[in-house]
């Protein structure tokens, strides 16, 4: 089986490493081809090296630009790399521009079509990762659900036949690397903090980095904090808050650059807890058992705000401080993202079909 993976933003790296683990276990043939989408050593090559994913056998280069400008340069790109390899599977990842790019090369192709993390719904039809999820599951041949609520979006929306729910490939990941780094503290860390407590944020949705009274608003809320915050700065945000003159230290915010991807783990796990809007880290929060509140109006993992343990802040930032650091009134119940071993019902679901 010759399976041909198309990654480029971040959180693809992360999704890449267990399935390429996967695959080369049972031995398939699997080329990795990267837009550069991402391309700063930060978002990209560091996960490469850390996670121990053979360097991608093909680099289309094609950097950032407008949506449309961003995906249709991978469009042109990937013709040629898809003709030339002619995989049975192209597997896409996630709902980011290279993962619609990708699927929509390859239908037009007729080479068929594989989604891990399918049937995700924001209902938010102004992000683009939503028009980005949509477009991809109805594009593609083989959906791999990473839930059951994935799943059941995917029946009613007419796609069950092309459907199975695999887990979550992000779990196999984080739990294989949370006992890697157990014990140990990121010198970023360390560097700002030493042994204190700390509260993590991260912030690069355009809903909140775009519009300068909510930036503003955030930060504001962020630097009040009575613990030290330590924001891990995504390009976007660094850019966005220049252009509008915000400072991003100050008060309890000091920031870090984007952190690889053992040192985020290990920095959520010793975390007190997490501000965010990222998808990823919400669910890396709630797999290693730290209090989440993601600054958004909705969430494509709903699990995670059992007992509590990420609580959804869409409206004023005054309120960040008092709920960030809540303690969670009940525990987890429950695997909602598998125990670990969906890379291998991925491979199998691929292999089957
Ligand atoms: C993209 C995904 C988002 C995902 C995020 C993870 C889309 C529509 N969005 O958002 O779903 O959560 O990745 O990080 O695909 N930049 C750099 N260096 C880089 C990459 C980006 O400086 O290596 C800057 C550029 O100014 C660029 C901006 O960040 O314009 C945004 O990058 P882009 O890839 O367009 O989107 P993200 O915000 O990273």
Redesign the pocket.
Known sequence: MKVLSVVG???QFVKLAPVSRALRAAGADHVVVHTG????AR??DVFFDDLAIPAPDVHLGVG?GS?GF?TGRMLVELDPVLEQHNPDWVLVYG????TIAAALAAVKLHLPVAHLEAGLRSWNRQM??EH?RVLTDHASDLLLAPTALGMANLVREGLADRSVEVGDVMADICLRVRDLVAGTRPAAVRAQVGDGDYVLATL?RPANTDDQGRLRGVIGALQAFEVPVLLAA???LV?RAQGAGIELEGGAVRTLPPLAYPDMVAALVGAAAVVTD??GLQKEAFLLGTPCTTLRTETEWPETLQGGWNVLLPGEPSELGDLALRRPPAERIGHPYGEGHASEAVVQALTSR
């Open positions: 933003a971040r959180p989408q991402h391309y700063d978002m990209s950032s949506h961003q709902d980011t521009n290279t683009p990762e980005n690069h995504h390009p976007r850019s990222s998808g």
